[in-house]
């Protein structure tokens, strides 16, 4: 493959030599131009004519990093770059939100050279020192590794890692797929479910696809098993560029078995031929975690050819991304193992029949693909242990990330249905005992949301027919927020949180997602937003007009708003907003240009700003 070619050579060298490019043309039997073309796409991929500096200095400007002060990290730091020596820049979200401010330093100066060495959490002077050492030549401080790093979290209630709960399972023996191949040792063919049983255990489950749009993995999976062909593939996305996200960086590491476990059954109980995980450049650590159990399943014979005896074949392999939130988007994800330009698809044709090399496909989650052991084992006749684990009224577990201005900001796993209050109190409140200020409750795609939300009238009438559990939900938010929508009672389901907005009378989609951060009561909202819009801007693939230029239009207003305008100067550019908003939501090829405008939109409806000041206040 093109880009991993490509990643070794950088790894080795520091940067991508023209006479290399063309060894990796030959070699690919491919037109030099196609590999210039990967090679020049991603920002992470440097090459001669933008050969690096001899030190390289990252600093995260993203969410909690940005409200960490990473901005006043960088413009300390800046002093030190130096032309041709020294390069201090801003880059897109590392990962460790839970120990902003992150920075990541390179240097590339032979046997001394190393790449992508992150230090988390450190104080101005920390970082300071450490640079000052890295460009003198001096022995690297060591790195703040994922390893070292005691979680902040829950993890002695998580209930994902069966092997841990069920002892009597064996230490990770991978003992779902013995069980499976021992009732089924031969391929399930046909296209009615009810010939497949083990797959059906999914169904009641009721697991959803924990990458953001929900998709019940009961039914993608169907459709790849459905799906003609005598080559499939199965595909774990685990690049996990989302500013605020960093629940699949927790698994990885700790919990890699899982991820290889689920990977694997999802290839047998679908007739699939190989799998591949995903993995952002930037988790080394889980990537040498994954790559080591891998190799560990292989010795077991739970993966490779011959698998348990069965006869049956699956491979699996780690493939390591050039970066950028874009490839979080599953369809140019593919286009990035294909070794082209990482941007999203026109659709259709789908995935599940026309994915991976043309094959049919199936795209899931990493934390998605790791509770399917769990699933599978516990499942008793017709009854889902996984579905039971949800307050009454949901079905199942899940894992979130919450960072921020919160005393212990980490990795949580929930039960579907606590609430967003209940999420805040297990990680110890807002810091300082200050007011709740604002939640982004889905990264930066779904902007910001105050305490408390506007109930327009008739919001009784519009909880006809709804359920039960959105019925109280609302009925106790807006009573504990005298009359308004009390926001820490919004249960946290993916599915019924998108329902909360239409019952309220809001223009405006709730968005719930993996990485939820909480700022206090003096948070700046307007250069938040911003700063979320920012990050859409430079993460733009760039392949629709209209986000290619949206925007950057939206950046522009943005910073106006941020400086102070007129009342009159406002409304006009609050207009111009909405207009955007509604033009990327019709024209954008994907969802990067649809929830672009959010962090504006969200300030801008639910917010207010003083008349002579250009921050914005709570309604």
């Not at 409200?67 to 730091?77: I, Q, Y």
């Not at 979680?151 to 991978?174: C, H, K, M, S």
């Not at 560990?296 to 939130?325: D, K, Q, W």
């Amino acid at each position: 493959m093109i880009v991993q070619r490509l990643h070794e050579i950088q790894n080795r060298i520091g940067y991508l030599p023209d006479a290399e490019l063309a060894k990796v043309a030959r070699e690919a039997n491919v037109p030099l131009y196609r590999v210039q073309e990967v090679a020049g796409f991603f920002p992470h991929f440097r090459q001669e004519w933008n050969k690096p500096p001899r030190v390289e200095l990252r600093v995260c400007r993203d969410m909690s990093c940005h409200l960490a002060g990473s901005d006043k990290v960088l413009k300390n730091l800046t002093g030190l770059a130096k032309s041709g020596e020294v390069a201090v820049e801003g880059v897109s979200c590392l990962g460790r939100c839970d120990r902003a401010p992150a920075c990541s330093f390179t240097r590339t100066d032979g046997e001394r050279s190393f790449h992508d060495h992150v230090y988390a959490g450190r104080l101005l002077d920390d970082l300071r020192r450490i640079a000052d050492a890295i460009i003198g030549g001096n022995v690297a401080p060591p790195p703040d590794t994922d390893q070292a790093y005691t979680p902040q979290g829950n993890q002695a209630e998580w209930q994902i890692d069966v092997y841990r709960n069920r002892p009597e399972l064996g230490d990770r023996t991978y003992r779902a797929i013995k069980d499976f191949l021992l009732e089924h040792p031969e391929p399930i063919r046909g296209r009615d479910p009810k010939q497949h049983p083990w797959l059906c255990r999914l169904d009641p489950a009721g697991l959803l696809g924990m990458g953001g749009a929900g998709v019940p993995a009961y039914r993608k999976w169907l459709d790849v098993w459905q799906a003609t062909g005598d080559e499939k593939f199965i595909v774990c996305n685990g690049d996990e560029s989302e500013p605020g996200t960093f629940k699949d960086r927790e698994i990885l590491l700790r919990m890699p078995h899982l991820v290889v476990e689920g990977v694997i059954l999802a290839g047998l109980m679908t007739n699939a031929t190989a799998g591949y995980i995903y993995i952002r450049h930037e988790y080394g650590e889980q990537i040498a975690a994954v790559r080591a159990e891998i190799d560990r399943a292989i010795g077991l014979m739970a993966c490779g050819s011959n698998i348990f005896g069965s006869g049956r074949t699956f491979t699996v392999e780690v493939f390591v991304s050039p970066g950028g939130y874009i490839c979080g988007e599953q369809s140019a994800l593919i286009e990035a193992m294909e070794d082209k330009r990482s941007q999203p698809r026109n659709r259709p044709p789908e995935l599940a029949t026309n994915g991976l090399r043309d094959k049919p496909t199936l795209v899931n989650n990493v934390e998605t693909l790791a509770w399917v052991p769990a699933i599978l084992l516990q499942h008793d006749g017709q009854k889902s242990w996984y579905a039971s684990q949800g307050r009454p009224g949901f079905r199942g577990r899940r894992l979130l990330s919450i960072s921020g201005n919160l005393e212990r900001p980490g990795v949580y796993e929930i039960p579907i249905g606590a609430t967003l209050g209940d999420l805040i109190n297990m990680a110890g409140g807002v810091r300082r005992k200050r007011g709740l200020g604002a939640v982004a409750p889905s990264g930066p795609s779904g902007g910001l949301i105050p305490p408390t939300l506007p109930a327009a009238d008739g919001w009784q009438d519009r909880l006809k027919g709804k359920s039960p559990e959105l019925a109280t939900a609302i009925r106790e938010g807006i009573r504990a927020g005298g009359g308004r929508f009390d926001v820490r009672h919004l249960p946290l389901d993916l599915l019924l949180f998108r329902e909360v907005g239409p019952v309220l009378g809001l223009r405006i989609s709730l968005m719930l997602g993996a990485g939820l951060v909480v700022y206090d009561s003096s948070v700046k909202v307007m250069d938040q937003a911003l700063n979320f819009t920012r990050f859409f801007r430079n993460e733009s693939c760039g392949k629709c007009v209209p986000c290619r230029i949206g925007s950057q239009k939206l950046v522009e207003i943005g910073t106006k708003l941020a400086g102070g305008l007129s009342p009159i100067e406002r409304e006009d550019a609050t207009a111009d907003v909405f207009d955007l908003a509604y033009t990327l939501g019709l024209t954008s090829i994907c969802g990067l240009g649809v929830v672009a405008p959010n962090p504006l939109t969200t300030v801008l409806e639910w917010f207010r700003a003083p008349e002579t000041q250009a921050d914005f206040s709570i309604d």
